[in-house]
């Protein structure tokens, strides 16, 4: 099964930027969809975003506007952009490629903290 691993986060003053990778260990389209979500300290992991196969995008109220995924297909990668960070954007960002329904891969996640 194709594994996916994050990297790329770190930690920025609020207002500043981080990309975000998903690298996927075989073909990017083994996944339907490839998924960001997030999880602070005390709370619930919740869904960022998402690009479909297909090229569809989804992002949740909370990061319109200031983060942006895309898809490399010939680096087999899932970028996530973030801009404008907030300290409320503190949090561990976990990439999950789905094959189909309750067949998927989670990275292992990669900290982004936003702090001055």
């Known amino acids: 099964q194709v594994q996916v691993v994050e990297s790329g986060g770190g930690l920025v003053q609020p207002g500043g930027s981080l990309r975000l990778s998903c690298a996927a260990s075989g073909s990017i389209f083994s996944f339907v969809v490839v998924q960001w979500y997030r999880q602070a300290p005390g709370k619930k992991r919740e869904w960022v975003a998402d690009?479909?196969?297909?090229?569809?995008?989804m992002y949740t109220d909370s990061v319109k506007g200031r983060f942006t995924i895309s898809r490399d297909n010939a680096e087999n990668t899932v970028y996530l952009q973030l801009n404008s960070l907030k300290p409320e954007d503190t949090a561990v960002y976990y990439c999950?490629?789905?094959?189909?329904?309750?067949?998927?891969?989670w990275g292992q996640g990669t900290q982004v903290t936003v702090s001055s």
């Open positions: 690009i479909t196969s297909g090229g569809s995008i």
């Open positions: 999950k490629g789905v094959v189909r329904e309750g067949v998927d891969s």
